[in-house]
């Protein structure tokens, strides 16, 4: 009963939030088409790199969206939505994957929800799928990755079903093996010219993925550092998942597997209830800066692996700017190709409409006062649900 409680008083708050956030200056970086096409992942030193040789810079929950289509949840997860995050520079999508009738899955739908479907629904599966491709459609020389945190434990099948409907399996890459990971990753330009441009993990896959062989149980390639940190102290490059490599990198790195390094942050909340932590972001996605910098934090990691992470996953993208660590550990000085949001020292928008471009208002109160409504907003809708629970 509690627990159901605590459910519906953050669902309360997240409805009521009237987020203030940082102001943001978004830039657009235009190039010549000539340039463009010359890029992979808008960079021509990236093409004849392998795919686990370079490191993509990745949204955390990238369709659950801190704007205006979502009332300013405080659950949400990012500033912007998948377009635009793919058209700055992002290259890996993470999302949930949940049913709408848990009880009954075979009469639900497959949705991309926040934790559950009462509390943040971003929608369908195969639309959000569907946007994806729309973007690769008109970006023929990028190659974007795709990770299903699979939360009510969708079969091969039915996550197929969701692509099918989408139209994206042609892009989809099918690895020699889904059992083991490759000792070579073929490079950028290699699955550009393949048209094979979207690399689709899974965590956690049942077995008989024939189904869908392009599907990848994601801990069979990649493995993670721990997620859930609510001090900058707190980050660290152990390996954490799959258990089987727990602090153990170094044998994940000696089976193939890609190192995926979470960079983001938690802040608790009454009963503690976690959400994303907005007023350490500025120091959390910088590329310098003090402890629990995203440079800093990437640079350790890398010495730690002996080579650079494969991903970065950040909340809040646009802050920072982070791509600017993945630049640097890609050693690109002058990216191509990209626009909008997190081009430039952009911070949160105040509004971001559901197809929008990056461009944002300015906050009157700031950032500090942001967190100061959205925690008060929270805080109320909670008191006030509990206590209608009690009476």
């Known amino acids: 009963m509690l627990r159901t409680i605590f459910r519906t008083a953050l669902l309360a708050g997240s409805l009521l939030n009237l987020a203030t956030a940082q102001s943001t200056t978004a830039t657009t970086t235009t190039t010549s088409a ?24 990745g949204a955390h929950d990238s369709p659950f969206v801190r704007d205006a289509s979502t009332s300013y949840s405080i659950s949400g997860n990012q500033y912007y939505n998948t377009t635009v995050q793919l058209s700055a ?6 999302a949930q994957v949940h049913n709408t009738n848990t009880s009954a899955p075979a009469t639900g739908e497959w949705h991309v929800c926040h934790s559950s479907c009462q509390l943040l629904d971003a929608g369908r599966l195969r639309t959000w799928l ?16 795709l990770l299903l945190v699979n939360s009510d434990s969708a079969s091969a ?16 890459y099918v690895p020699p093996s889904l059992s083991t990971a490759p000792t070579v990753w073929p490079t950028l330009a290699s699955l550009i010219a393949n048209n094979t441009r979207l690399l689709a993990f899974v965590a956690d896959l049942p077995p008989a993925a024939a189904a869908a062989p392009y599907l990848m ?12 940190n ?45 959400v994303p932590d ?4 500025n120091n959390t996605n910088a590329p310098s800066g003090a402890v629990g910098n995203l440079g800093d934090a990437a640079k350790a990691c890398s010495g730690a692996y002996g080579r650079a992470p494969t991903f970065l996953l950040v909340d809040f993208f646009n802050v920072g700017p982070a791509i600017a660590t993945v630049d640097a550990l890609n050693g690109v000085a002058r990216a191509v190709g990209r626009s909008g949001a997190g081009t430039s020292a952009a911070q949160a928008p105040v509004s971001s409409s559901a197809g929008a471009s990056a461009s944002a208002s300015a906050s009157a109160s700031g950032g500090g006062s942001a967190r100061g409504w959205e925690r008060m907003a929270w805080t109320g809708a909670l008191i006030a649900t509990v206590a209608a629970a009690i009476a």
């Open 278 to 281: 907005t007023a350490a972001l």
């Open 130 to 145: 569907g946007e994806i491709k729309t973007w690769l459609d008109g970006n023929p020389s990028e190659v974007v990755t």
């Open 157 to 172: 099948a039915s996550l197929a079903a969701e692509f099918d409907a989408a139209a994206i399996v042609p892009y989809a």
């Open 34 to 57: 000539a340039s463009t096409a010359t890029a992979c992942n808008n960079s021509p030193a990236l093409c004849n790199r392998a795919y686990n040789n370079i490191t993509q810079l």
């Open 217 to 228: 149980n994601e801990f069979t390639f990649i493995f993670e550092n721990a997620y859930d």
């Open 89 to 94: 520079g992002v290259r890996l999508l993470t």
């Open 230 to 274: 609510t001090s900058p102290a707190n980050f660290s490059c152990a390996a954490s998942r799959p258990t089987s490599y727990a602090n153990n990198a170094g044998a994940a790195l000696s089976a193939g597997l890609m190192p995926l390094q979470n960079h983001f942050l938690y802040a608790t909340e009454a009963f503690g209830i976690e």
